[in-house]
Nanobody, 124 residues
């Protein structure tokens, strides 16, 4: 069993930065691919980024490539999403997720554990 708790969301102006954190409980954290998804009102939850169990492989949605960086610290059971050059269209609730799938196969359909979400609002 893995429990995930996100933090770090907030309100930021366009062009600004935020760093999201995800704290995981459970001894099996390091065995999962970890990722971030987001969901804006009236839309489906979409994939943002994923990182392999050892941090050796990362994968990003085209919409965030070059602006967002995913990382993890297995010793601390933590996952992070550094978001730079934020745009109004990045406004959404961001969810931490754990999956047994690989980074490139991570999707809404194969998530083992979800966090409760943290709100990110980017003003223009």
């Amino acid at each position: 069993q893995v429990q995930l708790v996100e933090s770090g969301g907030g309100l930021v102006q366009a062009g600004g930065s935020l760093r999201l954190s995800c704290a995981a409980s459970g001894r099996t954290f390091s065995s999962y691919t970890m990722g971030w998804f987001r969901q804006a009102p009236g839309t489906e939850r979409e994939f943002v980024a994923a990182i392999s169990w050892n941090g050796g492989s990362t994968y990003y949605a085209d919409s965030v490539k070059g602006r967002f960086t995913i990382s993890r610290d297995n010793a601390k059971n933590m996952e992070y999403l550094q978001m730079n050059s934020l745009k109004p269209e990045d406004t959404a609730t961001y969810y931490c997720a754990a999956s047994a799938a690989s980074t490139q196969r991570m999707s809404n359909m194969n998530i083992n554990y979800w966090g409760q979400g943290t709100q990110v609002t980017v003003s223009s």
